[in-house]
């Protein structure tokens, strides 16, 4: 039987600024680093290729050295080929003595956007079946750089979510869910293919608050629409009253407890209702109506809510219907489990529900475990005493 051939990139900066508010990882690694962050793009991998660890006798993992893929993949049993060892090719970039801190070291191992490309390239000569990667929206601008470049060959490609920001239709919905569908593919089940749209935004607007979006491109992705994420859709709520009927029900309802107030325009208006500062794309903790901090980190969460009740108010990323693990990485699974299932507030339009044309709502906390326990159905306030129940399920918990 041919053995199948997996492509495998692993941006191992990938999503460093989110736990720290950062809203990105470009050009702020170094930042993100020194504020505490830890790389978790190997993680998300690693959850991926757990689900295919059964088929790994198939498998033949082409791929870069070190935390670029082959590391894992040999800790994992795959058999692994490298194509790049870009630590040798980034050494005399950065000369480390005796005085740099170890963080200092991590950053000036890690792999640059060229490596990504230079992989990438030398990938389009192995006569893949599939390039799995992990990263979030600049990653895969680097693939499609080089993807597009080898047309007409349409190399399919599949994206790990393990970013900050995830605009583009290349990804899974959660790192298991892109093993899954990997797991099809190994079954020689049926798999068709379609093209998704390749986004990235304008990181430093962002920082500012502000959303600048751009297709950048197209690359050919299985067609299975349970388990790969649709394109977010940007802006604003338009309907006015609606997010003040919503933001004026959960102010009728607090009480002494801390609020952490997430990311995005829906929940944005809860803060404009009461007249406070916000951070549109971070997030914010209030107690008795008063901001108590500000543009928080996953960290700083952490120490203000000890031993203290919380409730937690978020809303869905429109188009794609995910709550958490989008842009808001802050809230790590510790934090969300200390609040409970029963202290999350979600927020949301029926017009953005009605959006999702009966796809439920998705988790990507990070920890797989915690998704499976998030899942059932969930109040959702859609107005002033107005809600809707509405499922939360991970499809791609169903499957092995």
Same mark, same amino acid.
């Given at each position: 039987?041919?053995?199948?051939?997996?492509?495998?990139?692993?941006?191992?900066?990938?999503?460093?600024?989110?736990?720290?508010?950062?809203?990105? &990882?470009?050009?702020?690694?170094?930042?993100?680093?020194?504020?505490?962050?830890?790389? /978790?793009?190997?993680?998300?991998?690693?959850?991926?290729?757990?689900?295919?660890?059964?088929?790994?006798?198939?498998?033949?993992?082409? @791929?870069?050295? %070190?935390?670029?893929?082959?590391?894992?993949?040999?800790?994992?049993?795959?058999?692994?080929?490298?194509?790049?060892?870009?630590?040798?090719?980034?050494?005399?970039?950065?000369?480390?003595?005796?005085?740099?801190?170890?963080?200092?070291?991590?950053?000036?191992?890690?792999?640059?956007?060229?490596?990504?490309? @230079?992989?990438?390239?030398?990938?389009?000569?192995?006569?893949?079946?599939?390039?799995?990667?992990?990263?979030?929206?600049?990653?895969?601008?680097?693939?499609?750089?080089?993807?597009?470049?080898?047309?007409?060959?349409?190399?399919?490609?599949?994206?790990?979510?393990?970013?900050?920001?995830?605009?583009?239709?290349?990804?899974?919905?959660?790192?298991?869910?892109?093993?899954?569908?990997?797991?099809?593919?190994?079954?020689?089940?049926?798999?068709?293919?379609?093209?998704?749209?390749?986004?990235?935004?304008?990181?430093?607007?962002?920082?500012?608050?502000?959303? /600048?979006?751009?297709?950048?491109?197209?690359?050919?992705?299985?067609?299975?629409?349970?388990?790969?994420?649709?394109?977010?859709?940007?802006? +604003?709520?338009?309907?006015?009253?609606?997010?003040?009927?919503?933001?004026?029900?959960?102010?009728?309802?607090?009480?002494?407890?801390?609020?952490?107030?997430?990311?995005?325009?829906?929940?944005?208006?809860?803060?404009?209702?009461?007249?406070?500062?916000?951070?549109?794309?971070?997030?914010?903790?209030?107690?008795?109506?008063?901001?108590?901090?500000?543009?928080?980190?996953?960290?700083?969460?952490?120490?203000?809510?000890?031993?203290?009740?919380?409730?937690?108010?978020?809303?869905?990323?429109?188009?794609?219907?995910?709550?958490?693990?989008?842009?808001?990485?802050?809230?790590?699974?510790?934090?969300?489990?200390?609040?409970?299932?029963?202290?999350?507030?979600?927020?949301?339009? +029926?017009?953005?529900? +009605?959006?999702?044309?009966?796809?439920?709502?998705?988790?990507?906390?990070?920890?797989?475990?915690?998704?499976?326990?998030?899942? %059932?159905?969930?109040?959702?306030?859609?107005?002033?005493?107005?809600?809707?129940?509405?499922?939360?399920?991970?499809?791609?918990?169903?499957? &092995?």
């Amino acid at each position: 039987m041919k053995r199948f051939r997996l492509g495998l990139i692993i941006n191992p900066l990938a999503g460093l600024g989110g736990s720290v508010g950062l809203k990105g &990882s470009d050009n702020v690694a170094q930042i993100a680093i020194e504020k505490g962050a830890e790389p /978790k793009a190997g993680l998300r991998m690693q959850q991926a290729l757990a689900v295919i660890e059964p088929f790994k006798d198939q498998i033949d993992i082409i @791929t870069a050295s %070190g935390d670029m893929g082959q590391t894992l993949a040999v800790e994992m049993g795959f058999s692994a080929t490298c194509v790049h060892s870009y630590q040798e090719n980034n050494a005399s970039q950065h000369t480390l003595d005796s005085t740099d801190s170890a963080d200092s070291k991590i950053a000036a191992q890690s792999s640059t956007a060229q490596d990504t490309r @230079t992989t990438a390239k030398a990938l389009m000569n192995e006569s893949l079946d599939l390039l799995l990667f992990a990263g979030g929206d600049g990653t895969a601008r680097d693939i499609y750089a080089v993807v597009d470049d080898s047309l007409p060959t349409q190399l399919p490609v599949l994206g790990v979510p393990a970013g900050v920001k995830i605009h583009s239709g290349v990804y899974a919905i959660t790192p298991h869910a892109a093993g899954v569908v990997v797991s099809m593919l190994l079954k020689r089940e049926l798999v068709s293919l379609m093209t998704a749209d390749v986004m990235d935004i304008d990181e430093q607007a962002f920082r500012q608050g502000k959303v /600048k979006a751009k297709r950048f491109g197209e690359m050919l992705v299985p067609a299975e629409p349970r388990y790969i994420q649709a394109v977010k859709m940007g802006g +604003k709520e338009v309907d006015e009253l609606v997010l003040a009927d919503i933001a004026a029900d959960v102010i009728n309802q607090m009480e002494d407890e801390l609020y952490i107030i997430g990311s995005g325009s829906t929940v944005a208006a809860v803060m404009e209702e009461l007249h406070l500062d916000n951070t549109l794309l971070g997030v914010d903790v209030i107690q008795h109506q008063e901001v108590i901090a500000a543009d928080v980190t996953a960290n700083q969460l952490l120490t203000l809510t000890a031993d203290k009740p919380t409730k937690l108010v978020i809303t869905l990323i429109g188009g794609q219907g995910h709550i958490l693990g989008r842009g808001n990485q802050q809230l790590s699974p510790e934090l969300i489990k200390r609040v409970g299932k029963d202290n999350i507030i979600i927020l949301a339009t +029926k017009t953005k529900l +009605k959006a999702l044309e009966g796809r439920p709502l998705i988790v990507d906390s990070g920890d797989p475990e915690l998704d499976s326990v998030l899942t %059932g159905y969930y109040k959702i306030t859609t107005g002033y005493h107005d809600y809707v129940m509405y499922q939360v399920a991970n499809p791609d918990l169903s499957e &092995s």
